[in-house]
T-cell receptor, first 114, second 117 residues
């Protein structure tokens, strides 16, 4: 299967700081990338869909000004959690796909906001 | 709206037992994909299978098998001769098939499988 990486794998930060998470498709060009959030013992919830070179489409209830998504190239998308608060602590997972192909997921980033 | 229901929250089995994980879905799309993913304790989602709604043939891959029944909107997953390494959370997911490719996955709530030695 295709390889998707995420960096960092975990991050601890103080409340009020901003955190950037990178998602890269390593061996294919991803036309679409997705960002999900998963709270402990819960399912994955889609946050936003991004296509290279265009603005991300956010799901209802997800603040676009708080969760900034940039899809600068066909292999890189970034999620920036701005002014993070403890309630933003979660497991963030990205996925990437090329056209109609299967979505492949990154290993996830665990964010803990103190 | 699309919805995936995994009624089994947690299952425990003894090693070498067979276990079936249930998945029932709802969609108004006439064509769609169904998926199963495995999430071990490390957190990474591991792709197991993708099934096109046109293809109702059951599939077997080693100890894994999948039973797709369009008439009952179910896509069940069976592990035969379970092993401790099968312990994980298993997610069933659904997506539409759009030409644009912007088809996010709708996940079920997952079934936590514990295989006891």
């Amino acid at each position: 299967g295709a390889v998707v990486s995420q960096h960092p794998s975990w991050v601890i930060c103080k409340s009020g700081t901003s955190v950037k998470i990178e998602c890269r498709s390593l061996d294919f060009q991803a036309t679409t990338m997705f960002w999900y959030r998963q709270f402990p013992k819960q399912s994955l919830m889609l946050m936003a869909t991004s296509n290279e070179g265009s603005k991300a489409t956010y799901e209802q209830g997800v603040e676009k000004d708080k969760f900034l998504i940039n899809h600068a190239s066909l292999t890189l998308s970034t999620l920036t959690v701005t002014s993070a608060h403890p309630e933003d602590s979660s497991f963030y997972i990205c996925s990437a796909k090329r056209g109609q192909e299967t979505q492949y997921f990154g290993p996830g980033t665990r964010l803990l906001v103190l | 709206a699309q919805k995936v229901t995994q009624a089994q929250t947690e299952i425990s089995v003894v090693e070498k037992e067979d276990v079936t994980l249930d998945c029932v879905y709802e969609t108004r799309d006439t064509t769609y994909y169904l998926f199963w993913y495995k999430q071990p304790p490390s957190g990474e989602l591991v792709f197991l299978i993708r099934r096109n709604s046109f293809d109702e043939q059951n599939e077997i891959s080693g100890r894994y098998s999948w039973n797709f029944q369009k008439s009952t909107s179910s896509f069940n997953f069976t592990i035969t001769a379970s092993q401790v390494v099968d312990s994980a959370v298993y997610f069933c997911a659904l997506s539409g098939i759009w030409n644009s490719g912007n088809t996010p996955l709708v996940f079920g709530k997952g079934t936590r499988l514990s295989v006891i030695a």
